[in-house]
């Protein structure tokens, strides 16, 4: 048979936050590729228009309204995408949010808790439910799996007036690599990717900014804002069999930013 690791016919793949930015960048590169894909999305315009878009690839879609920040709707939901499917190859935990303060002074509680628990336990809910699935299929025999959480170049390079961002996006890194050594004899494997800046509707302020561009983007060797189709070939990676040996990494997606 031809080598054909990127096929992922009879795969299924989920994806939070999954309805525009770096995750429909994603979404879109795995049903290209054969997978089955969920997508979970607070906006229904967002989530209409990209079950439209990977429906056309001819495969399995489902979208739906999930808030992250609900232990119990997360768990609900990976139960109903599981039952749905008959099973999950491919979890992303993307879903995030980058609400910044005037100054760390003045950062609010309800704020560093709403970023916390979007981009936190967000995280921690759903990659702990989509490894009980995992477990549980390796357990009687069918091994294998991939987890991967949206970190941020945020997590090693200063972020003034988002302290609450790069903490969460630090701390995705350790919980990660601790993934990877626990599941590894399920042969699960976790990783991490680290957008550097990319144009989402996250960073449109940004994006609109003359001064900020000529600073920050200036400085970004490729001389671009990175694009949510950056994301696609990474995706269907982590999801292949071509992974399978690769766990407990974190890929760096910033057109060299960080080591400029």
Same mark, same amino acid.
């Given at each position: 048979?031809?080598?054909?690791?990127?096929?992922?016919?009879?795969?299924?793949?989920?994806?939070?936050?999954?309805?525009?930015?770096?995750?429909?960048?994603?979404?879109? *590169?795995?049903?290209? *590729?054969?997978?089955?894909?969920?997508?979970?999305?607070?906006?229904?315009?967002?989530?209409?228009?990209?079950?439209?878009?990977?429906?056309?690839?001819?495969?399995?879609?489902?979208?739906?309204?999930?808030?992250?920040?609900?232990?119990? *709707?997360?768990?609900?939901?990976?139960?109903?995408?599981?039952?749905?499917?008959?099973?999950?190859?491919?979890?992303?935990?993307?879903?995030?949010?980058?609400?910044?303060?005037?100054?760390?002074?003045?950062?609010?509680?309800?704020?560093?808790?709403?970023?916390?628990?979007?981009?936190?336990?967000?995280?921690?809910?759903?990659?702990?439910?989509?490894?009980?699935?995992?477990? *549980?299929?390796?357990?009687?025999?069918?091994?294998?799996?991939?987890?991967?959480?949206?970190?941020?170049?945020?997590?090693?390079?200063?972020?003034?007036?988002?302290?609450? /961002?790069?903490?969460?996006?630090?701390?995705?890194?350790?919980?990660?690599?601790?993934?990877?050594?626990?599941?590894?004899? /399920?042969?699960?494997?976790?990783?991490?990717?680290?957008?550097?800046?990319?144009?989402?509707?996250?960073?449109?302020?940004?994006?609109?900014?003359?001064?900020?561009?000529?600073?920050?983007?200036?400085?970004?060797?490729?001389?671009?804002?990175?694009?949510?189709?950056?994301?696609?070939?990474?995706?269907?990676?982590?999801?292949?069999?071509?992974?399978?040996?690769?766990?407990?990494?974190?890929?760096?997606?910033?057109?060299?930013?960080?080591?400029?």
């Amino acid at each position: 048979m031809p080598y054909a690791p990127f096929d992922l016919t009879g795969k299924v793949a989920l994806i939070t936050g999954g309805n525009g930015g770096i995750g429909i960048g994603m979404a879109d *590169a795995l049903a290209q *590729a054969g997978a089955a894909v969920v997508v979970w999305g607070n906006n229904p315009a967002k989530n209409a228009a990209a079950e439209a878009r990977l429906s056309a690839h001819g495969g399995r879609v489902h979208v739906e309204r999930v808030e992250v920040s609900d232990e119990a *709707a997360v768990d609900a939901a990976v139960d109903r995408a599981a039952e749905m499917f008959g099973r999950l190859d491919f979890v992303a935990a993307n879903a995030g949010v980058g609400e910044g303060a005037p100054s760390f002074h003045e950062m609010t509680t309800d704020l560093w808790r709403r970023v916390l628990a979007v981009n936190l336990d967000g995280v921690f809910w759903t990659l702990r439910a989509a490894a009980r699935h995992m477990v *549980a299929r390796a357990e009687k025999g069918d091994h294998g799996g991939s987890l991967l959480a949206t970190s941020s170049t945020s997590a090693i390079h200063g972020a003034p007036r988002n302290q609450a /961002y790069a903490a969460t996006k630090g701390a995705l890194l350790p919980m990660v690599r601790g993934l990877a050594v626990e599941y590894a004899r /399920y042969e699960i494997r976790a990783n991490a990717v680290l957008p550097g800046w990319i144009a989402t509707d996250m960073t449109a302020r940004a994006q609109g900014n003359e001064k900020f561009n000529d600073k920050v983007i200036g400085r970004v060797p490729m001389r671009r804002w990175g694009e949510p189709e950056d994301f696609g070939g990474l995706a269907v990676y982590l999801a292949s069999d071509a992974s399978r040996f690769h766990t407990g990494d974190t890929f760096t997606v910033d057109g060299g930013y960080t080591i400029f």
